[in-house]
């Protein structure tokens, strides 16, 4: 009677029948009456007792079984989707599938160890990196020159320290315990917060240094300027504003004749007036110049009175990635690369590539010009013939022979055949229309054009409509062209011909 196998839940697994081994699983599963059990069940027990150890995984896994994986050393279990680490984070150049959320997994690829939120995202644990290092605020310890142990902050981006965070000030040893981060660039360490390759000149005995933590380095304020202490700079109150020096409104004076005078006027009009001069130079320097250049004068003469460039044709005004917003002036004299209307005497217009009314017709991006009507005298053409717009009994093809539709007929026109007169061809590109304003097609009735030919036909040979506008060269009443060119095609194909209608 054969063994029906369970899980531990219950679920059947398999059904194993008398004498035989099943292998759903990674065990033998021994059926009743087996010769040779034991071998069978001797292996089950080493294999479970190794946990199947070996570099790949057990190919016929059940949830909940486990597996020593040789090749990393790590104790797996499997879920019923993956393998898992059993302890520790998962170890993979890129995201392991079957990871829950609060899993760990670390990538060979950036080391760096990463969580798996509620939402499957894999979240950065750390360490932060930019570039081929580590960045991040580092807590550490070094030594003094005293050799005494000190607790400092280091900001560290790709490996590279920036500044310290200390709550003592100290001085660096030279030598540091191995594993101590690179600290080149600092020697004396403040207390506060000390910048990379500051100075340690000056900077113990200040007497703006009241004991508290500063920042020392480059700053948007500090004790000193320039070596001089802040307390000798002259300074004085403005409102709720303190600042370096305050002039009253009539201002100040700069040069040996004070003709240049900085002010205030009407109130809170900001004014500088050269009271000596007539003209007022503003200009720039170059650090490769040896003098500065004037790119503005500002002139009160009999003969000039205005804004005008430092030398003539020179300097630009506005650029292309500075622009002004808006220049007004009531002329503009030169010449100007661009404009948005053209002043036609009596009303300023702007360009069109359309047929637009009261605009001025420009060239489009294949250089032609579209307009309703064109008044004047052509003295050539750019296509080769005369049409003329008829009514067709149905749209044709070009190329296809025409003739006049008969009586009863809500049409003009309609294909020839050999026993009509030919009025003429379908025209593909007319160098002259007639009444093209009306409905139907434009048929060619001189020149020459493309026709529907079946048959072969030789340059020089006369070409007749034959049947449903396509034409030959059997002659028939409907005698349309002669042929310019030369084609040995049994099929239907078109044939330049000029027309003789």
């Known amino acids: 009677m054969a063994y029906v196998i369970n899980r531990f839940n219950g679920q059947q697994l398999v059904s194993v029948e008398d004498g035989t081994v099943d292998q759903t699983t990674d065990i033998k599963l021994v059926g009743k009456n087996y010769s040779g059990y034991g071998e069978a069940q001797n292996e089950n027990f080493i294999h479970m007792l190794e946990h199947f150890a070996g570099t790949s995984a057990p190919t016929k896994a059940l949830s909940g079984q ?27 150049s890129t995201e392991p599938a079957g990871l829950n959320e609060g899993d760990l997994w670390y990538s060979t690829t950036s080391n760096q160890l990463f969580a798996k939120t509620s939402t499957g995202e894999f979240i950065l644990v750390g360490p932060q990196a930019a570039g081929d290092g580590s960045t991040q605020m580092l807590s550490t310890s070094v030594l003094d020159a005293g050799s005494v142990e000190r607790n400092i902050i280091v900001a560290l981006i790709n490996d590279n320290p920036q500044f310290i965070i200390s709550t003592v000030e100290f001085t ?14 600092f020697s004396l360490i403040k207390k506060g917060i000390t ?14 240094d009241t004991g508290e933590p500063v920042i020392w380095g480059t700053a948007s304020d500090a004790l000193r300027l320039g070596g001089v202490l802040a307390t ?11 600042d370096v020096v305050t002039f009253v409104d009539a201002g100040l004076r700069v040069g040996n ?32 110049a040896g003098s500065a250049d004037v790119l503005l004068r500002l002139r009160n003469t009999t003969t000039d009175k205005g804004l005008f460039p430092g030398s003539d044709n020179v300097y630009t005004l506005g650029s292309s990635s500075l622009k002004f917003s808006n220049v007004v002036s009531t002329t503009f004299t030169g010449t100007a690369t661009q404009a948005t209307a053209l002043y036609t005497g009596s009303t300023y217009v702007q360009g069109r590539e359309t047929a637009t009314a009261s605009t001025v017709a420009v060239r489009d991006s294949s250089g032609s010009i579209t307009a309703v009507e064109f008044k004047g005298t052509a003295t050539k053409a750019r296509y080769a013939d005369l049409a003329e717009k008829y009514t067709t009994d149905k749209e044709y093809p070009v190329g296809t022979a025409m003739a006049v ?7 003009e026109t309609r294909s ?9 061809v379908i025209s593909e590109k007319p160098a002259y229309l007639m009444n093209s304003d009306i409905d139907g097609q434009a048929i060619a009735l001189k020149g020459r054009v493309p026709v529907r030919v079946k048959e072969p036909v030789s340059k020089g040979q006369a070409v007749y409509a034959w049947d449903d506008g396509v ?3 059997t002659a028939t009443k409907a005698f349309v062209g002669i042929a310019l060119e030369t084609n040995e095609s049994a099929e239907e194909k078109l044939v330049e011909c000029v027309l003789k209608v």
Do not use: R
Request: with cysteine; proline share 1%; net charge negative.
């Open 66 to 92: 486990v597996w020593f994986d040789s090749a990393t050393n790590k104790l797996k279990f499997y879920t019923g989707d993956a393998w898992k680490n059993a302890g520790g984070a998962e170890v993979n």
């Open 172 to 185: 660096l040893n030279t030598t540091q315990p191995a594993g101590t981060v690179n600290l080149t660039g």
């Open 195 to 208: 910048l990379l390759n500051t100075s340690t000149s000056g900077i113990t005995t200040d007497a703006g």
């Open 232 to 242: 000798d700079y002259l300074t004085s109150s403005s409102g709720a504003f303190t």
């Open 257 to 288: 004749s004070n003709d240049l005078h900085i002010k205030i006027v009407d109130g809170n009009v900001g004014q500088i007036t050269n009271e000596v001069g007539d003209e007022i130079k503003l200009g720039t320097k170059l650090a490769s």
């Open 405 to 411: 539709s008969n009586a009863s007929s809500d049409t």
């Open 416 to 424: 020839a055949k050999s026993s009509d007169f030919c009025i003429g």
């Open 471 to 473: 034409c030959t060269t």
